[in-house]
Each structure stands twice: as C-alpha cells, then as structure tokens.
C-alpha cells in the first residue's frame, strides 16, 4: 500500500490524470466482488475510472495552459 502511494505522488508530479486513474482503479478493484453481486459490470467501472481520469487531464491541461499565459 505504501509502495503504491510512492508511485502515485510520484506519478502525480509527472500526470495528475494518470494518477487520478491508478487511485480510482486501485479503490474500485476491491468493490468488484460487491459489483458483482449487484450485477453491475466491471467494464462500467473501468469506464467511470476513464472520465474521471479524462476529466481531470482536461483540467490539468487547462491550468497548464492558463499559467503559461
């Protein structure tokens, strides 16, 4: 657990999106079994962890792009 949040502040520094995913995808995995019983498909979880992650890069990239102005 500790190894992975290295990684993920490490990350961070480099692509706040790409770690946004790694956070959401590393909490969500646990929840597959429960999504299971309720009958919700892991692929919908993949994809919400993906517009989280798109949604964040957008940002990131707009603020970016706001300070270099």
């Keep these: ?6 990684l993920c502040e490490y990350e961070c520094l480099l692509h706040p999106a ?5 956070q959401i995808t590393y909490l969500v995995t ?3 079994k429960e999504a299971e019983m309720l009958e919700i498909d892991a692929t919908l ?3 919400v962890a993906a517009l989280i ?3 964040a890069t957008l940002v990131w990239a707009f603020r970016r792009d706001t300070k270099s102005e």
Excluded: E, G, Q, V
């Design 1 to 6: 657990m500790r190894r992975f949040m290295r």
């Design 18 to 22: 790409k770690t946004a995913f790694l």
């Design 30 to 32: 646990p929840l597959s």
């Design 45 to 47: 979880i993949t994809a």
């Design 53 to 55: 992650s798109a949604t």
